[in-house]
């Protein structure tokens, strides 16, 4: 029998002996958590079954065609597709039976608090201090751009152990708990009018040395993985013919025979067979992926993503032409998921813009692919060795 | 819209073995200099490396079937084959004959194209489909009437058989004419020397002596120009990577202005962009190959054709012409192989079909109607 078929006959087992019409929903999705049917490609005992990646949509379509509840992922996407990868990878066997089985069924979600005022591209210059007291840390600190930390109820979060060695060598790793009383969360508004990311503030914030994740000074290595995944996560779209923004755009050209015009006409076709040889790339990746290891191609499947999510929604405002100069709704509101696609055109336009500066900009992932897949020199670096206490900022 | 299984996008050991002969043998037996002299009219290379990659390799019969003495292989395998060939720029005529010809034979269904396949699967005899250089699968292919003169041809020049389309319209049939009595092969100075382009004409009685080898050709014809633009989408990767990999290497070595030309932003970002493309192109054509190979569904065979081919023709040529500004005036030399990428990469842009032909076939079966057509 094939590993699909296989798969199948596992979460037909499963159903048979928890029916989703009469099981409570976390029921469901903690009994599938520790039935390995979670994420197959996770270890046993963490969700999986130690399977290839690309088996994955095989237990999803299983579960939707019985209209099984999910687990929500539009709601914890930092969780699913960043904490989650890095906690496997990284933690301890305490740190992974605490915290992946709620993250998994979205009982606690997740938030990535890395970006500072100071420290955006330069990750790596971040300057939120963390000082170890006893067996607790004790952070002090701003991050920035935090989406969805208004309903997270973890973080994964990047601090400066050590100010007296080179950037990348101070920074350690850390599980943070939102509800820590030190811990402050303002909504941050976008230009679509609605909060979807905050300003975090950091005073005396406790952290277990419990929760550290990866060696002290060890954080950039962990940082990076997450953003490896981040890229991935963002980048990776969906395997269905027209389901992301290319969908949405076809359907408005299908609905307005009136607004067409050669030149539309022209840019769609060109965006739709872009769309469909990025989503060839995609999938290739994921093939890779479930052979090997994830390494910085996700970089490059990111930049297709934001370029082509731009261009799309672009085209489908002057597409709408009266109705384009029409926005749904600019009243700040402070959302509980994050949908590229979601809304109107006008507001898939505006929200696309963050597609090329989120989970690292097209600018420095052009860099990453230069670097670590070209092996073309590196940028010139003013601060490599002088330690991250005497950098001017 | 129907979403299928996907293909398998990645290479099979099969594959990446093969992969490996093919570059060994021409790293060994297709020399730059060998290939430029193509342009000076000096075609010396041509036949013998037919016969180290079509018959030594046995790469002619890669698509022939095992009981007529080919390999039985697939599409994917010859999508390998083609990729290594274009990143030598070999001029061989594999393409048109060992893709382009034997499909369209292989699905004729009679005894004598089963004969000639066996033929050609040795690697002695090539052949090559009559028809502009420039017909894409999904239009209507040009057939003639009782006297055939039809310019552009590919593989015509190495050809020993031509595979006639004649009649018009429902009955359109196929006919072997033998390269000889009452037919002449005109080279061109094609663009392109290293696939030569001919013009061809056969006179009245040698078309009417020449054994039909399908009736109703055009079924048969569909599928052998569709494979052939897949496999070329491949060859379109296969010189893009060449160029891609040469480039970072010349911008990892040359050094002005105290530094490696490489290391400059404005360069690494423009390298970041054809990296993405090359494995962008690469997907596209690999599923576009796969999809031939694995899904029997003829309007997502043609769908995923049309977006291969117009993506990887444009995306070729780009890469291409950054080879040759990133080379700068070495790649405006005549012994610098950059003029023979661009070159093909070039001509292949318009071969079996423009970017625009197959994006007005995506249009169509992606119900991406133009303006002027209503709903309904
Ligand atoms: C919608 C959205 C959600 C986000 N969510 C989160 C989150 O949840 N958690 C989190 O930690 N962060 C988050 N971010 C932050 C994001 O990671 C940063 O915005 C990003 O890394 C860029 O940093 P910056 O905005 O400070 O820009 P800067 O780094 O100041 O960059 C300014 C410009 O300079 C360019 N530039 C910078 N360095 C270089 C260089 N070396 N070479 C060439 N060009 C360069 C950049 O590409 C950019 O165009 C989010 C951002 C957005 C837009």
């Not at chain 1, 998994?104 to 955006?120: I, K, M, N, V, Y």
């Not at chain 1, 996700?298 to 405002?317: I, W």
């Not at chain 1, 989120?358 to 002088?386: C, F, Y």
């Amino acid at each position: 029998m094939s590993a699909a078929a296989e798969l199948r006959e596992r979460v037909a087992a499963f159903l048979a002996e928890h029916d989703p019409a009469t099981t409570e929903r976390l029921d469901l999705l903690r009994a599938r958590y520790d039935a390995g049917l979670a994420w197959v490609h996770f270890p046993p005992g963490r969700g999986g079954l130690g399977l290839p990646r690309a088996l994955q949509p095989v237990v999803e379509e299983a579960f939707a065609a019985v209209g099984a509840p999910d687990n929500a992922p539009h709601r914890n996407g930092i969780g699913l597709g960043m904490a989650a990868p890095t906690i496997v990878a990284f933690g301890t066997p305490e740190q992974q039976d605490r915290f992946l089985r709620p993250l998994w069924t979205g009982e606690e979600t997740w938030c990535q608090l890395f970006s500072e005022p100071g420290a955006g591209s330069d990750l790596a210059a971040l300057g939120t201090r963390a000082v170890l007291d006893g067996d607790t840390w004790v952070v002090d600190g701003q991050k920035v751009w935090t989406s969805g930390a208004h309903t997270a109820r973890f973080a994964i979060l990047v601090a400066r152990t050590d100010p007296d060695v080179p950037k990348h060598r101070g920074l350690t790793y850390f599980l943070c708990d939102m509800t820590d009383p030190g811990v402050e969360v303002r909504p941050l508004r976008q230009l679509t009018g609605e909060a979807e990311f905050n300003e975090v503030f950091l005073t005396g914030v406790r952290i277990p040395d419990a929760h550290r994740l990866g060696e002290v000074g060890e954080g950039w290595r962990v940082a990076t993985a997450t953003l490896d995944h981040e890229r991935v996560a963002i980048g990776a779209g969906s395997p269905a013919r027209e389901s992301g923004m290319v969908g949405r755009v076809a359907e408005t050209w299908r609905a307005h025979p009136e607004a067409r015009t050669p030149g539309l006409h022209d840019r769609l076709v060109r965006h739709w067979v872009d769309a469909e040889v990025a989503r060839a790339a995609g999938l290739r990746l994921q093939q890779k992926l479930a052979r090997g290891q994830l390494g910085p191609e996700g970089a490059a499947m990111k930049l297709v993503f934001a370029r082509l999510a731009q261009q799309l929604s672009g085209l489908e405002v002057e597409l709408l032409g009266d109705d384009g100069l029409r926005y749904s709704d600019w009243t700040l509101v402070r959302p509980d998921r994050v949908d590229f696609t979601g809304r109107d055109a006008g507001y898939r336009y505006l929200r696309a813009k963050g597609n090329s500066i989120e989970g690292g900009t097209s600018e420095i992932l052009r860099n990453i692919v230069a670097e670590r897949v070209l092996g073309l020199p590196g940028e010139p670096r003013v601060d490599k060795d002088v330690p991250w206490k005497e950098i001017p900022r | 819209m129907t979403t299928h299984a996907v293909p398998d996008l990645l290479d099979s050991e099969v594959v990446s073995d093969l992969r490996a002969a093919v570059r060994d043998l021409l790293a060994d037996r297709c020399p730059v200099g060998a290939v430029t002299a193509c342009y000076d009219g000096d075609r010396s290379l041509v036949a013998p490396l037919w016969r180290a990659v079509g018959v030594d390799l046995g790469l002619a019969g890669l698509l022939v079937d095992e009981d007529r003495g080919g390999h039985g292989a697939s599409l994917r395998e010859a999508a390998a084959v083609a990729e290594e060939l274009a990143a030598a720029v070999a001029p061989v005529p594999f393409v048109t004959s060992a893709v382009v010809a034997t499909t369209v034979l292989a699905h004729a269904g009679t005894p004598e194209a089963d004969r000639l396949l066996a033929d050609l699967a040795g690697g002695q005899v090539t052949a090559s489909l009559v028809v502009p250089w420039t017909t894409a699968p999904e239009g209507r292919v040009p057939a003639v009437g009782a006297r055939v003169a039809v310019r552009s041809v590919a593989g015509a020049l190495e050809a020993h058989v031509l595979l006639v389309p004649t009649g018009a319209g429902d009955a359109l049939e196929l006919r072997a004419v033998p390269v000889g009595d009452g037919v002449t092969v005109e080279p061109v100075v094609s663009l392109d020397m290293t696939r030569q382009l001919a013009d061809v004409t056969v006179d009245a009685a040698a078309l009417a002596a020449a054994p039909v080898v399908a009736t109703d050709a055009r079924d048969a014809l569909r599928a052998g120009l569709r494979a052939g633009t897949a496999v070329l989408a491949a060859e379109q990767v296969g010189l893009a990577r060449r160029c891609l990999v040469d480039t970072v290497a010349y911008l990892q070595q040359r050094r002005q202005f105290g530094r490696v030309l490489g290391g400059f932003q404005a360069l690494k970002h423009r390298l970041a962009d054809v990296y993405v493309e090359v494995e962008s192109m690469g997907a596209a054509a690999a599923f576009a190959v796969g999809t031939l190979a694995d899904v029997d569904d003829d309007l997502e065979q043609a769908l995923v054709t049309a977006v291969a081919a117009a993506a990887c023709s444009d995306t070729a040529v780009r890469v291409a012409e950054e080879m040759v500004q990133l080379h700068a005036g070495l790649a405006m030399t005549w012994e610098h192989p950059a003029h023979l990428l661009l070159k093909r990469a070039k001509s292949d842009q318009l071969a079996l079909g423009s970017p625009e032909r197959h994006r007005a076939v995506v249009a169509r079966l992606a119900d991406l109607d133009p303006p002027g057509t209503r709903l309904g």
